[in-house]
């Protein structure tokens, strides 16, 4: 027994035994031994059963703690990841000062007009909610990181050089099918002229380039390390800024080689150029595979754009595109989008805290660290699975915009395919156009699965292909993540549940992209069911036409 323990037992419980004489004594000991129990019971209640001092002070967010009071530069804010980050950053570092985002207009509309249709978006109600005035934040740069100076004004570029401490790079031209010129000045000059920048910066604590995994994909197996490219990226602007469009553009197949297209080809220049730039500078690359919807917040499924893997469950779901040229057993190396952008910021954060502080005194010989942020190390899901999800969950809740009934065929076999095409796309493009023509509509199919035709070849090259990636240094900057941090800026893709990842991923793309609320799922269903038995009436008609056709070409030949 302890000893407070055993003189509360003595002196308080036992207390009838002793004589008057001792009564002052006994008070004393009373509030003695009372002392010491609430003080032992105190203490035990910090104390593991090997007598160990549990800490109980609130471990702190060391992410949150980095980036307060500090002013952020983001380029590419008005993409995917970049909403993405925007929001992420304000919710979740509500102490930061400022959020520089470099902007310019597009589509007859300025910059000032794009940023607040930007934020009436749905993925900004969380914040909204939690951060009130989150908009008072954020300032606005007009630029442009094709041009020059990243085309930003002498006064913003002397405030960017003054305060600005972080910065994310993630402006490109994602178009696969981008003009090399354009693609070069956005995503290879852009990037120079980005670290030229950053160079400047006085209190620059970190910068984080956003490449991606296949930016190195005519290699089998990638490691988090740069490739030497066979022609310089800085040769490559030359050439660009010296040849006019038509020359540029009849040798482009012949520049690209291996590379599929301008798009991974100017992400692999735009890394040398990171390569070569940034000695002394506190650089980090952070390559994500195929980004597809969020898995948790701050939306569950928010997605904003068709790309990749996305463009074919919206196209297989309201019934247009019915084959693609993939291989089922190859790994789809998916990652949501939020996870990225928790990467990206873990990323920041790592490197601001292992960088002195001053480019003078960074070892001029050290590279950027490169994390390779993808799903098939830790997670892998073949194409056949993610199609198996999606088909799954999609048949729970059908777009109201269906236009035929769900059908879709892997195939690698690219004969098999074409003749598939040939069968569920292009034969009925030209009957239902011929239609169309007879009564006097617009004719559209054909127009249609001309993009689709285009767009498939496009996502083939992934889909028929699997590489090896090692992704050590992600997994080790999740380690050395804090409990507070992993759980606020979780990016652990080795604890995703796919199935239910898929569940708000294919409602995700009814909501925001289909635009088609939750309420209309009753009646999609109905729509669906009627769009199936027509499948298969059709289908009945076909080969009985078919059958008959064949049969007279016997009998005739016979």
């Keep these: 027994m302890s000893i407070a323990r055993y003189l509360f037992s003595v002196i308080v419980l036992r207390s009838q035994h002793f004589n008057s004489l001792c009564v002052h004594c006994l008070v004393v000991g009373r509030v003695l031994a009372c002392t010491l129990f609430c003080a032992e019971m105190a203490l035990s209640e910090q104390t593991d059963v090997k007598g160990f001092k549990i800490e109980e002070k609130m471990e702190e967010s060391q992410i949150q703690k980095a980036f307060a009071g500090s002013t952020i530069l983001l380029t590419g804010g008005t993409g995917f990841l970049g909403k993405l980050l925007v929001e992420k950053l304000l919710r979740s570092c509500p102490d930061v000062k400022k959020i520089y985002l470099l902007t310019r207009p597009k589509k007859n509309k300025d910059i000032i007009k794009r940023l607040q249709e930007q934020f009436d978006d749905c993925l900004y109600d969380k914040l909204r909610k939690e951060r009130p005035d989150f908009i008072q934040k954020i300032q606005v740069v007009d630029g442009d990181v094709s041009k020059i100076g990243l085309g930003i004004n002498d006064e913003d570029r002397k405030n960017i050089i003054n305060e600005v401490e972080y910065i994310f790079h993630g402006a490109a031209t994602v178009r696969f099918d981008e003009a090399l010129k354009t693609a070069v000045l956005i995503n290879v000059r852009g990037t120079?002229?980005?670290?030229?920048?950053?160079?400047?910066?006085?209190?620059?604590?970190?910068?984080?380039?956003?490449?991606?995994?296949?930016?190195?994909?005519?290699?089998?197996?990638?490691?988090?390390?740069?490739?030497?490219?066979?022609?310089?990226?800085?040769?490559?602007?030359?050439?660009?800024?010296?040849?006019?469009?038509?020359?540029?553009?009849?040798?482009?197949?012949?520049?690209?080689?291996?590379?599929?297209?301008?798009?991974?080809?100017?992400?692999?220049?735009?890394?040398?150029?990171?390569?070569?730039?940034?000695?002394?500078?506190?650089?980090?690359?952070?390559?994500?595979?195929?980004?597809?919807?969020?898995?948790?917040?701050?939306?569950?499924?928010?997605?904003?754009?068709?790309?990749?893997?996305?463009?074919?469950?919206?196209?297989?779901?309201?019934?247009?595109?019915?084959?693609?040229?993939?291989?089922?057993?190859?790994?789809?190396?998916?990652?949501?989008?939020?996870?990225?952008?928790?990467?990206?910021?873990?990323?920041?954060?790592?490197?601001?805290?292992?960088?002195?502080?001053?480019?003078?005194?960074?070892?001029?010989?050290?590279?950027?660290?490169?994390?390779?942020?993808?799903?098939?190390?830790?997670?892998?899901?073949?194409?056949?699975?993610?199609?198996?999800?999606?088909?799954?969950?999609?048949?729970?809740?059908?777009?109201?915009?269906?236009?035929?009934?769900?059908?879709?065929?892997?195939?690698?076999?690219?004969?098999?395919?074409?003749?598939?095409?040939?069968?569920?796309?292009?034969?009925?493009?030209?009957?239902?156009?011929?239609?169309?023509?007879?009564?006097?509509?617009?004719?559209?199919?054909?127009?249609?699965?001309?993009?689709?035709?285009?767009?498939?070849?496009?996502?083939?090259?992934?889909?028929?292909?699997?590489?090896?990636?090692?992704?050590?240094?992600?997994?080790?900057?999740?380690?050395?993540?804090?409990?507070?941090?992993?759980?606020?800026?979780?990016?652990?893709?080795?604890?995703?549940?796919?199935?239910?990842?898929?569940?708000?991923?294919?409602?995700?793309?009814?909501?925001?992209?289909?635009?088609?609320?939750?309420?209309t799922i009753p009646q999609a269903k109905k729509k669906f069911m009627r769009l199936k038995f027509l499948h298969y009436v059709c289908t009945v008609i076909f080969f009985f036409l078919l059958y008959k056709f064949f049969s007279f070409i016997f009998r005739v030949i016979v």
Excluded at 267 to 284: C, H, T
Excluded at 339 to 356: E, F, G, L, Q
């Design 192 to 519: 120079r002229e980005m670290l030229v920048l950053a160079r400047a910066c006085t209190k620059l604590r970190a910068l984080v380039h956003i490449s991606t995994a296949y930016s190195n994909c005519p290699l089998k197996e990638i490691d988090e390390k740069f490739y030497e490219s066979p022609l310089s990226a800085e040769k490559m602007i030359d050439l660009v800024e010296s040849m006019d469009d038509k020359t540029l553009n009849t040798i482009t197949p012949g520049i690209l080689g291996e590379f599929p297209n301008t798009y991974a080809y100017t992400k692999f220049l735009a890394e040398d150029i990171v390569q070569k730039n940034s000695y002394g500078l506190p650089v980090a690359v952070n390559r994500p595979s195929i980004v597809v919807g969020t898995a948790k917040e701050p939306l569950l499924g928010w997605i904003d754009n068709v790309y990749g893997p996305t463009g074919v469950v919206v196209g297989a779901g309201v019934g247009l595109i019915h084959t693609l040229n993939c291989d089922p057993k190859a790994v789809a190396d998916l990652v949501p989008g939020d996870y990225v952008v928790n990467s990206v910021i873990a990323a920041a954060w790592k490197m601001a805290r292992d960088h002195p502080g001053n480019h003078e005194e960074a070892p001029m010989d050290q590279l950027p660290v490169i994390y390779n942020y993808v799903s098939s190390e830790q997670k892998p899901l073949t194409w056949e699975m993610f199609m198996k999800y999606n088909e799954l969950y999609g048949i729970e809740t059908p777009p109201l915009q269906a236009v035929w009934a769900y059908l879709l065929i892997l195939t690698p076999n690219i004969f098999f395919y074409k003749f598939c095409c040939l069968l569920m796309h292009w034969f009925p493009a030209y009957v239902v156009d011929g239609v169309c023509f007879l009564i006097g509509k617009k004719l559209m199919l054909r127009k249609a699965y001309t993009k689709i035709e285009k767009f498939s070849a496009v996502i083939g090259y992934f889909a028929l292909r699997q590489w090896k990636f090692h992704n050590n240094n992600t997994q080790g900057l999740y380690k050395e993540m804090c409990g507070v941090d992993r759980e606020m800026f979780d990016f652990d893709i080795g604890s995703l549940d796919w199935n239910e990842y898929h569940k708000s991923y294919v409602t995700g793309v009814r909501q925001y992209l289909l635009k088609d609320p939750l309420e």
